[in-house]
């Protein structure tokens, strides 16, 4: 495992692609009504970031077609955005990065379509505060499983799942970078508090929980790309880009 320490200027450089990324999802999430295509979104995505002086980093990325990823309801992450019509109760996740001067910046938010129903409505607060609890342990001299389990310790005891075979992950010149950063210590990578790699100062992680309202399991569609929860029920994602400080770990890619 080769995990990249960044220096002070290009975590700089990281925390405009960050404003970047939060800014055009802020700008994607003021789109969203009942009666829109998935696809509408797209071009408004490129072209936001291009105004901010940065290019989409999702299209072509190991042959994924769309700027950004648009996953709806029962959709965890990679959903491909097209001629799907939302409506009114839905819930939306929004994946999106880019490239600021060679570096990225990634970012997920799930948002409701209208007024949803009260079980969405919780699902989506879980999982926006399990990756709060993450952030809060992402410290210097702690250890990399010490995030794993801050994120489960908050999400399972309220009856909700984790997702297992999908993490987080390093982030910087690359959008995938050492380490991986699994949401459970139930995932196959099984890291638990104390353990995996020492937090040091100037690591950039992007830490993403993906919570299901019922079983952990997934299936994968026929497009190769849009992952589902096996058994139809809601999942919601939320995704921030971190820095490792002396501190408290810096969001990067705060609205």
Known sequence: MSIIIKSDAEIAIMREAGRITATVLKKLIESIHPGMRTEELDPIAEKEAKKLGAIPSFKGYHGYPSNLCVSVNDEIVHGIPGKRILREGDIVSLDFGVI???????SARTVGVGKVSPEARRLMEITAEALNAGIAAARAGARLGDVTSAIEAYAEPLGVSLVREYTGHGIGRQMHEEPQIPNTTKSPLGLMAGKGPKLVKG?????????????????????????????GSLSAHFENTVAITDGAAEVLTRA
Do not use: C, H, I, S
Not at 100 to 106: A, P, T, V
Not at 209 to 231: E, F
């Open 100 to 106: 600021y001067q060679g570096f990225q910046g990634d």
């Open 203 to 231: 690591m950039t992680l992007a830490l993403e929980p993906m919570v299901n309202l019922g079983g952990w399991q997934t299936r994968v569609d026929a497009n190769k790309w849009t992952v589902r929860t096996a058994d």
